[in-house]
Structures are given as C-alpha cells and as structure tokens.
C-alpha cells in the first residue's frame, strides 16, 4: 500500500483544516486507517483511526469533539476534517494503513505509513 497525504498548512487558532490520504496497491476497504503526529521533539502519537469499512471510529481524547475522520473506499481515500484548531495541534500529521480491518491506536499496529504533511496553528 502507498499512502499520500496532503491537506496541512498554517492556520490561525480556530481555524480549519481537513487532511486527505490517497492510497493504492491493495484492496483498501480491507484495511483500517489512522491518522497519527508528531511534534518537535515528541514520540508519535495517535490521532484517529478508521476501520476499513467505516462503522467505527476511535479518537484520542485531546481531538474528540474537534477531529473527524471519514472514508471513501470507492475512491481509495481517507480525509481527517479538523476543527476548531489549537496551537498544540501543531504536528507532522502521518497518515497509516494496516493490513487487518480492525483499527488500532498503536503506532507498531500500523504496516504502511504516508510522508507526512504539516500542520501549523498560530496562536
């Protein structure tokens, strides 16, 4: 599976922003997705996630109420709409495939990783 994210940029505190990974090479209603960041300096850390037929949703505590992720597996897509943005969102935000359908919050769940797309928010 190749994954392509996109979507980040600078935002105000506030703002919004909605990610999108395109993936290929695999039959991708089969495998669960998940957004995850990173910081200067920080592990990586889990921000939603998706089963691969989109009934079930997971997120981290910090993002609930604010985050939302979505699929279209007719188009090979994952997007993870962002609301209501914090300074501390400020990330890498990585997109992430698993070969099984159930989602996970785990980095090592994760078999395919995307290059990562920035998000700024300024405060």
């Known amino acids: 599976v190749q994954l392509q994210a996109s979507g980040g940029g600078l935002v105000q505190t506030g703002g919004s922003l909605r990610l999108s990974c395109a993936a290929s090479g695999r039959t991708f209603s089969r495998s669960a997705t998940g957004w995850f960041r990173q910081a200067p300096g920080k592990e990586r850390e889990f921000v939603a996630t998706?089963?691969?037929?989109?009934?079930?949703?997971y997120y981290t505590d910090s993002v609930k109420g604010r985050f939302i992720i979505s699929r279209d597996n007719a188009k090979n897509m994952v997007y993870l709409q962002m609301n209501s943005l914090k300074p501390e969102d400020t990330a890498v935000y990585y997109c992430?495939?698993?070969?099984?359908?159930?989602?996970?919050?785990?980095?090592?769940?994760?078999?395919?990783w995307g290059q990562g797309t920035q998000v700024t928010v300024s405060s």
């Open positions: 998706i089963s691969g037929g989109g009934s079930l949703t």
């Open positions: 992430a495939a698993k070969n099984f359908v159930v989602p996970g919050t785990a980095v090592t769940e994760y078999d395919y």
